[in-house]
């Protein structure tokens, strides 16, 4: 009986080793695939930063100041906006609380977003909630021109009801405008946190099958990415290391993606983010990885 069991036994064995050897070389034969993280939460990771900041108070005569150019922003001419923008710039953090809470409301927006240049300056990256508020608002707007139907042409058009599908389209092209002023601020404030902003703006943008022709523009937007990027090697720079590598590991996976678009968005910052020795942008993600593997974790590396 004992000899019966063990030869059924040998011969199952011999029946499923061919199997397990075949799946065993189905894994192998796998391509190897960057590990990418899930996309953490901007806000959250900005609130963690600003936590460990000290709290900043304006002056009686700084608040005073800092209200009465807001109030009267919307009504200044633009010859004057430019001096007023660097006034507000000189208060730094102190007037970012004022900015934040001024003209929020839908028919302000183009005020708002005038006013937000007093946040775009380089090295500034804890402005990224400002301008998240104002892109989300800019894109709404935008996308409500353009999805609302034209109404129905009266009986007897007058000059300027023939007028009205160019208006429309110029309605179109200046929440366009906007929306791509705020994230041009947000290339020029830089930061982690800016630049993960535009990096989920541009996933979306080009990875989706629907986008208006009007914001596309994978050069440009490359461009803005990598401006984020310009002081991350500087010592004295808005990125620590744990910034470069967690951004560095969100635009790692899309140099092996099909679409072209996507493909060549992280490139321009992976220059200015990943130490020297990177394999070439067109290298196997079996190369990336090995290489990844040696330096994620040196200190040494990233200096």
Known sequence: MRHAFFALFVLF???????????EKKDDDKPATFPEPAMPDVLALLAKRTADLPD?????????????????????????RDRNIRDMQSYGRVAYPFIGAAYTQPFELSERIDLLQVLAMPGSPLTAGYFRDAHTMALSQMNVTENTPPAPPPDYPSKRDREQPQGRLNAVRAGADNVLRVEGYMSVAGGPFNA???????????GSEKTAPLLTDVTRDAARLAATAVDAKRAKGSWTRDDRIMLAEHL????????????????????????????KFDADAADWIAWW???KDSPRAWK
Do not use: H, W
């Open 252 to 279: 790692i996976p899309m140099l092996f993606v099909e679409n072209e678009d996507l493909k060549k968005l992280p490139q321009d910052a992976l220059k200015k983010l990943l130490p020297t020795g990177y394999p």
């Open 293 to 295: 593997d040696k330096v």
């Open 13 to 23: 064995a011999t029946l499923i080793s061919p199997l397990v050897s075949s799946a």
């Open 196 to 206: 993960l902003q535009l990096l989920q703006i541009y996933q979306k943008r080009y």
């Open 56 to 80: 900043v108070e304006p002056t009686t005569k700084e608040r005073q100041e800092i209200q009465r150019i807001i109030r009267n922003f919307s009504g200044t001419a633009e010859r004057f």
